[in-house]
Nanobody
């Protein structure tokens, strides 16, 4: 089992940068593949980025690649989402997810979730 805690959200302006973190704990934390999803009001939870347990095998949603970067720290228990050039459409609750095995891009494959951190982008 893996427990996840996101942090780093807040209110920013268009064009700003923000860095989110997700700390994983539990017996399987270090070997879990992890991912970021986001959900805006009235919309489905959508894939943002994923990363393998060693920090490789990164994947991004097509419309976010180039602005967002996912990384994993040396301990392998924390992942980051660095967001650049934020736009209004980035406003959402950002969730961290984890699973055993390889990283996946659909939410149905993940069985561990954090509570989310709110990102609000305004003009």
């Amino acid at each position: 089992q893996v427990q996840l805690v996101e942090s780093g959200g807040g209110a920013v302006q268009i064009g700003d940068s923000l860095k989110l973190s997700c700390v994983a704990s539990g017996p399987s934390a270090m070997t879990a593949a992890m991912a970021w999803f986001r959900q805006a009001p009235g919309k489905d939870r959508e894939f943002v980025a994923s990363i393998g347990r060693t920090g490789g095998l990164t994947h991004y949603a097509d419309n976010l690649q180039g602005r967002f970067t996912v990384s994993r720290d040396n301990s392998k228990t924390t992942i980051w989402l660095h967001m650049n050039s934020l736009v209004l459409e980035d406003t959402a609750i950002y969730y961290c997810a984890a699973r055993q095995g390889g990283p996946r891009t659909t939410k149905e494959h993940y069985d561990a979730w954090g509570q989310g951190t709110q990102v609000t982008v305004s003009s």
